[in-house]
Nanobody
Framework: QLQLVESGGGLVQPGGSLRLSCVASGFNLDYYVIGWFRQAPGKEREGVSCIRSSDGSTYYVDAVKGRFTISRDNAKNTVYLQMNSLKPEDTAVYYC?????????????????????WGQGTQVTVSS
Protein backbone atom coordinates (compact mmCIF):
# COMPACT_ATOMS: atom_id res chain seq x y z
CA GLN A 1 0.00 0.00 0.00
CA LEU A 2 1.38 3.34 -1.07
CA GLN A 3 1.85 5.67 1.91
CA LEU A 4 3.37 9.11 2.43
CA VAL A 5 4.22 10.60 5.82
CA GLU A 6 5.30 14.22 6.23
CA SER A 7 7.19 15.72 9.13
CA GLY A 8 9.22 18.81 9.98
CA GLY A 9 6.60 21.50 10.20
CA GLY A 10 6.40 23.99 13.04
CA LEU A 11 6.43 27.61 14.11
CA VAL A 12 9.29 29.77 12.83
CA GLN A 13 10.01 33.48 12.75
CA PRO A 14 10.16 35.37 9.45
CA GLY A 15 13.51 34.81 7.82
CA GLY A 16 13.91 31.43 9.48
CA SER A 17 14.24 27.96 7.96
CA LEU A 18 12.54 24.60 8.15
CA ARG A 19 13.14 21.29 6.42
CA LEU A 20 10.15 19.13 5.61
CA SER A 21 10.52 15.40 5.04
CA CYS A 22 8.25 13.05 3.13
CA VAL A 23 8.88 9.35 3.69
CA ALA A 24 7.34 7.08 1.09
CA SER A 25 6.53 3.42 1.58
CA GLY A 26 4.95 0.79 -0.60
CA PHE A 27 6.38 2.07 -3.87
CA ASN A 28 9.63 2.97 -5.59
CA LEU A 29 10.27 6.70 -5.95
CA ASP A 30 12.01 6.15 -9.31
CA TYR A 31 8.68 5.71 -11.09
CA TYR A 32 6.91 8.72 -9.63
CA VAL A 33 6.85 12.47 -9.44
CA ILE A 34 6.74 13.71 -5.86
CA GLY A 35 5.23 17.08 -5.16
CA TRP A 36 5.00 19.44 -2.22
CA PHE A 37 1.72 21.33 -2.08
CA ARG A 38 0.39 23.82 0.41
CA GLN A 39 -3.00 25.09 1.44
CA ALA A 40 -3.56 28.24 3.46
CA PRO A 41 -6.92 28.96 5.15
CA GLY A 42 -9.48 30.06 2.59
CA LYS A 43 -7.19 29.37 -0.36
CA GLU A 44 -6.86 26.69 -2.99
CA ARG A 45 -4.22 23.99 -2.60
CA GLU A 46 -1.24 24.95 -4.77
CA GLY A 47 1.80 23.12 -6.04
CA VAL A 48 4.96 24.53 -4.48
CA SER A 49 7.67 22.27 -5.83
CA CYS A 50 7.92 18.92 -7.58
CA ILE A 51 10.69 16.48 -8.39
CA ARG A 52 10.93 13.56 -10.79
CA SER A 53 12.99 11.09 -8.85
CA SER A 54 14.33 9.17 -11.85
CA ASP A 55 16.37 12.09 -13.21
CA GLY A 56 16.11 14.79 -10.57
CA SER A 57 14.11 17.22 -12.71
CA THR A 58 12.56 19.89 -10.52
CA TYR A 59 10.00 22.65 -10.66
CA TYR A 60 9.31 25.57 -8.30
CA VAL A 61 6.42 27.99 -8.24
CA ASP A 62 7.64 31.56 -8.68
CA ALA A 63 6.78 32.54 -5.09
CA VAL A 64 9.41 30.17 -3.64
CA LYS A 65 12.16 30.23 -6.27
CA GLY A 66 15.53 30.94 -4.70
CA ARG A 67 14.22 30.18 -1.20
CA PHE A 68 13.02 26.56 -1.30
CA THR A 69 14.96 23.51 -2.46
CA ILE A 70 13.47 20.11 -3.16
CA SER A 71 15.67 17.03 -3.03
CA ARG A 72 15.38 13.29 -2.71
CA ASP A 73 17.27 10.43 -1.13
CA ASN A 74 16.22 7.39 -3.10
CA ALA A 75 18.02 5.04 -0.72
CA LYS A 76 15.77 6.30 2.07
CA ASN A 77 12.72 6.70 -0.18
CA THR A 78 12.47 10.23 1.16
CA VAL A 79 11.88 13.62 -0.43
CA TYR A 80 12.82 16.83 1.36
CA LEU A 81 11.77 20.45 1.07
CA GLN A 82 14.33 22.86 2.50
CA MET A 83 12.62 26.17 3.14
CA ASN A 84 14.78 29.24 3.80
CA SER A 85 13.99 32.93 4.21
CA LEU A 86 10.47 32.04 5.24
CA LYS A 87 7.77 34.68 5.01
CA PRO A 88 4.40 34.97 6.77
CA GLU A 89 2.70 34.23 3.44
CA ASP A 90 4.36 30.78 3.46
CA THR A 91 2.09 29.83 6.36
CA ALA A 92 0.00 26.83 5.32
CA VAL A 93 -0.49 23.13 5.72
CA TYR A 94 2.10 21.44 3.54
CA TYR A 95 1.34 18.12 1.87
CA CYS A 96 3.50 15.76 -0.11
CA UNK A 97 1.94 13.76 -2.90
CA UNK A 98 2.94 11.12 -5.43
CA UNK A 99 1.84 10.69 -9.01
CA UNK A 100 2.96 8.57 -11.96
CA UNK A 101 5.30 10.20 -14.48
CA UNK A 102 2.59 11.29 -16.93
CA UNK A 103 4.10 14.48 -18.31
CA UNK A 104 6.64 17.19 -17.47
CA UNK A 105 7.36 18.03 -13.86
CA UNK A 106 6.17 21.59 -14.42
CA UNK A 107 2.87 20.48 -15.90
CA UNK A 108 2.23 17.93 -13.18
CA UNK A 109 2.96 20.39 -10.39
CA UNK A 110 0.21 22.66 -11.64
CA UNK A 111 -2.57 20.07 -11.53
CA UNK A 112 -3.41 18.43 -8.22
CA UNK A 113 -5.40 15.64 -9.85
CA UNK A 114 -2.24 14.17 -11.39
CA UNK A 115 -1.32 13.07 -7.87
CA UNK A 116 -3.23 10.10 -6.54
CA UNK A 117 -1.59 9.60 -3.17
CA TRP A 118 -1.33 12.23 -0.45
CA GLY A 119 0.16 12.51 3.00
CA GLN A 120 -1.71 13.83 6.02
CA GLY A 121 -0.03 17.25 5.95
CA THR A 122 2.21 19.20 8.30
CA GLN A 123 1.53 22.72 9.54
CA VAL A 124 4.05 25.47 8.83
CA THR A 125 3.48 28.78 10.62
CA VAL A 126 5.70 31.78 9.98
CA SER A 127 5.08 34.45 12.56
CA SER A 128 6.92 36.76 14.91
Amino acid sequence: QLQLVESGGGLVQPGGSLRLSCVASGFNLDYYVIGWFRQAPGKEREGVSCIRSSDGSTYYVDAVKGRFTISRDNAKNTVYLQMNSLKPEDTAVYYCAAGPRLTSVQAMCGINSFFGSWGQGTQVTVSS
